[in-house]
């Protein structure tokens, strides 16, 4: 396994971080104005979509322009495609493992699993087949080159420490799903964002997550629209 490429300073790769940081919380305020702001909900979580890519853009800038070292620090490594298949349908299935889980616990528990939010994009994904397939295509490519890509190989530089890395990224990845509204969307995006880490970690292949995360959401969107048409 190659090692991490590092050729810019500390304080820059810091930099990079809070940049990140601060764009990804200030898109959740965005979003929020956007739902305030009179238009139609398609059109709010359209634009709020285009958001996230041009995130994912101004990070590239910082990248080449700031840091002026590739984005992925960890340099892809290639697999066949009989193993790339076996690790995506590894991976999907301790993702639902830990779904199940989950959900298992939140139901012995008590807690509130019903999502206002999410049941309303069920509703705008259930007569608009396009648009979740963009919401799915987006959330695969642009969450795993940003938090898998290019946090997770930058804290596990400045951390020295592979696995507190993996676990700071997913808290973040879990903390920005605060605005679905409930405890289980945070700690469910959390354990995914831990198996794709350790997946992207150990494989340093960013393909592989970025399908795993595209078909698990899209598996999952398509599935429950399918049950609100009954």
């Known amino acids: 396994m190659q090692e991490t490429n590092i050729t810019t300073r500390k ?7 809070i ?4 764009l990804l919380f200030t898109s959740t305020f965005a979003t929020k104005w956007f739902s305030k702001s009179g238009l139609d909900y398609e059109t709010t979580f359209f634009t ?22 590739p984005f992925l620090l960890w340099p ?10 076996k690790e995506i349908s590894k991976t999907l299935l301790f993702v639902l493992l ?18 206002a939010m999410i049941n309303k994009l069920i509703k705008l994904f259930k007569n608009n087949f396009l648009l979740l397939l963009f919401a799915s295509i987006t959330a695969g ?15 596990d ?22 605005s679905y509204g409930t405890l289980l969307q945070i700690i469910g995006p959390f354990a995914i964002g831990l198996i794709f880490a350790f997946q992207y970690q ?29």
């Open 202 to 230: 150990k494989n340093r292949n960013i393909q592989i997550v970025i399908i795993c995360h595209f078909l698990w959401d899209f598996l999952v969107l398509f599935l429950k629209t399918q049950q609100s048409i009954k």
């Open 98 to 115: 830990a779904i199940i889980c989950i959900g298992l616990t939140v139901k012995m528990l008590h807690l509130n699993a019903e999502s």
């Open 76 to 85: 892809e490594q290639k697999y066949s495609p009989l193993f790339t298949l």
């Open 157 to 178: 530089f400045l951390f020295k420490n592979t696995k507190a890395a993996i676990i700071v990224s997913s808290i973040i990845f879990g903390l920005l799903h605060y």
């Open 19 to 22: 940049f990140l940081t601060i």
């Open 48 to 69: 709020t979509r285009l958001i996230i890519w041009g995130i994912l853009f101004l990070l590239f800038v910082y990248t080449l322009k700031i840091e002026k070292q």
């Open 11 to 17: 304080s820059t790769i810091i930099g990079g971080i």
């Open 141 to 155: 490519i642009t969450e795993e080159l940003i938090f898998r890509g290019y946090l997770l190989s930058r804290l």
